[in-house]
C-alpha cells in the first residue's frame, strides 16, 4: 500500500466522472504490501514465481506523537487516524487484523513474492489455508475517498490469480480496507450484480492494456471467470467498524490514549506447592532461610514460622506480578511489560549489588527499593500495585539468566 496517488493509465467510467480521478506520474496498478518488504521491481503479472506466505510481525508500536496529542487534546480515533501517514496506517490496520486473528482465524499470513497477486493479508479460515476458505484485506491509503476506477485493477487482479491457479479460490471475502470509501464505491458494493456489470464495463474500456499486461489467453479466462464470479465478495469494512474491532486489542488504548481497562486486583492464591515454573525464585528463597534459620535433614529451614510465612507472601508477589503480565498481555502492546520490567531491574539492581551481611537483608533492602522507585513513562503504571513491584523481582530472579540472586555464595 502506498500513500502515493491512484494510476490514471486506465479509463474511467463517464457514469463516474464527477469525482476526480487522482494519478501519479509513474503508472502501474499493483498494490504495494501492506507490510514492509525488500524494495523490488514488479515484473509483469504473467512472471511465474509462486505465492509465498510470511508470517505477520508485531506491531513496533509505541505511543506516536499523535497518540499523545490524542490524551491532551481529546482527539477522538478518527481524527487520529485522519492525520496518519501511510506508514502508520499500514501500523493500525495490521493490529486490526491480529486482532480479528485471534477471534476468528485459523492464522493470517503476508502474501510476499514477486508481487502480492491481488492481496496483502490472507486470513484463512481452515487449515488447506487458500485452497479453503479464506478472507483477503487490501490496504489503500488516498488523501481521496477510494472509488471504483481504483478498485477495478485490485478486482482484475484477484480473478486473474484464481483462473491462473495461483490461488484454488477466490476469497468468501475481499475487503478493501481505506480511511474513505467513496459513496460510488458504497453503492456498488451493496449490489454485487451492479457491480459486475460496471468492472466489465471498464474491462471493455481497458482491453488493449489488461491484454497485453497479461496476456490475451489470460485476459480472456479473466473476463470469462469474472462473468461467473459472485461480486457479493468484495467490500470495504466501514471505518467505524474497523475502530470498534480494534477496541478490542491489546493496541487501542496504546495508540489512543485511552483509559485501559479495568483490572482486578483481588489477592492471588498460589496452589499449595510450588509448581515448576517456579523452582528458580523459590529456590533462591529457600537459600535465604537456610542461611537466616539453619536447618537440618528433617526439618528444613523453610518450615521455620517466620520462613513458611515469608515465602507465602514472596509467592503472592509473584503471581500478583504474573496477573500483571497476562494483563498487559491483553491489554498493551508487547513491548510495555517488558520496558516496565527493565526499569524496575534497573532500579533495584543498584541496590541488589551492595554489600549486605545476609540474603535475607538484602531480599528486605530490594523489595523496599522496589516499592519506593519512582516509575515513569509507562502504560501499565495507572494499573500497578506494591505487590506488582515485588512481584517482578522474583520473575527477575527467576530468569534463566539469575538478574537477581539474594545470597552470594561465590564470596
Known amino acids: 500500500m502506498s500513500g502515493a496517488k491512484e494510476p490514471s493509465e486506465y479509463q474511467s467510467d463517464p457514469l463516474f466522472t464527477d469525482f476526480p480521478q487522482p494519478s501519479r506520474p509513474e503508472p502501474g496498478y499493483y498494490a504495494e504490501p501492506l507490510f514492509e518488504l525488500p ?24 505511543a506516536t506523537a499523535l497518540s499523545a496529542a490524542a490524551g491532551s487534546l481529546q482527539l477522538t480515533p478518527r481524527q487520529v487516524l485522519a492525520q496518519y ?10 493490529e486490526w487484523v491480529l486482532g480479528l486473528k485471534r477471534e476468528n482465524y485459523m492464522s493470517v499470513v503476508g502474501l510476499g513474492g514477486s508481487h502480492d497477486r491481488g492481496a496483502d493479508v490472507a486470513a484463512f479460515l481452515t487449515r488447506h489455508k487458500t485452497d479453503g476458505a479464506w478472507h483477503c484485506y487490501q490496504c489503500k491509503h488516498y488523501k481521496t475517498a477510494l472509488q471504483p476506477a481504483m478498485a477495478y485493477p485490485e478486482m482484475f487482479k484477484i480473478i486473474w490469480a484464481v483462473g491462473e491457479g495461483h490461488y484454488r479460490v477466490l476469497p468468501d471475502r475481499y475487503s478493501f480496507v481505506a480511511p474513505m470509501i467513496g459513496r460510488t464505491l458504497k453503492y456498488l458494493l451493496v449490489k454485487p450484480e451492479k457491480l459486475r456489470e460496471e468492472f466489465l464495463l471498464w474491462v471493455g474500456k481497458n482491453t488493449a492494456k489488461l491484454a497485453g499486461d497479461y496476456g490475451k489467453a489470460a485476459f480472456q479466462r479473466t473476463v ?9 465478495c468484495f467490500e470495504a469494512p466501514d471505518l467505524a467498524q474497523i475502530l470498534e474491532q480494534h477496541a478490542k486489542t491489546r493496541y487501542h488504548a496504546t495508540r489512543f490514549a ?9 489477592r492471588p492464591m498460589p496452589p499449595p506447592h510450588p509448581e515448576a515454573h517456579e523452582t528458580r525464585y523459590v529456590q533462591k528463597l529457600h537459600d535465604v532461610y537456610d542461611e537466616k534459620f539453619g536447618g537440618t535433614p528433617t526439618k528444613p529451614a523453610q518450615e521455620h514460622p517466620t520462613a513458611k ?28 511489560f517488558p520496558t516496565l520490567q527493565e526499569a524496575v531491574y ?8 551492595d554489600d549486605f551481611e545476609t540474603g535475607w537483608n538484602r531480599l528486605k533492602a530490594v523489595m523496599a527499593a522496589a516499592q519506593a522507585m519512582q516509575l515513569d513513562g509507562n502504560r501499565l503504571i495507572e494499573v500497578i500495585d506494591s505487590r506488582d513491584r515485588m512481584g517482578m523481582c522474583h520473575q527477575l530472579a527467576n530468569h534463566k539468566d539469575d538478574k537477581l540472586t539474594w545470597v552470594r555464595k561465590d564470596v
Open 39 to 62: 524494495r523490488q521491481a514488479y515484473p509483469s503479472p504473467t512472471a511465474a514465481a509462486p505465492v509465498q506466505f510470511y508470517e505477520l510481525p508485531e506491531p513496533s508500536q509505541t
Open 258 to 266: 485511552t483509559p485501559l481497562p479495568p483490572r482486578v486486583l483481588a
Open 309 to 336: 510465612d515469608n515465602l507465602q507472601r514472596q509467592r503472592e508477589h509473584f503471581y500478583c506480578a504474573e496477573q500483571l503480565r497476562m494483563f498487559a498481555r491483553d491489554s498493551v502492546p508487547p513491548e510495555i
Open 85 to 94: 501517514s501511510p506508514e502508520q496506517w499500514e501500523e493500525f490496520i495490521l
Open 346 to 353: 534497573k532500579a533495584v539492581k543498584e541496590v541488589e549489588e
Open 224 to 232: 470469462d471467470l469474472a462473468r461467473r464470479t459472485d461480486f457479493s
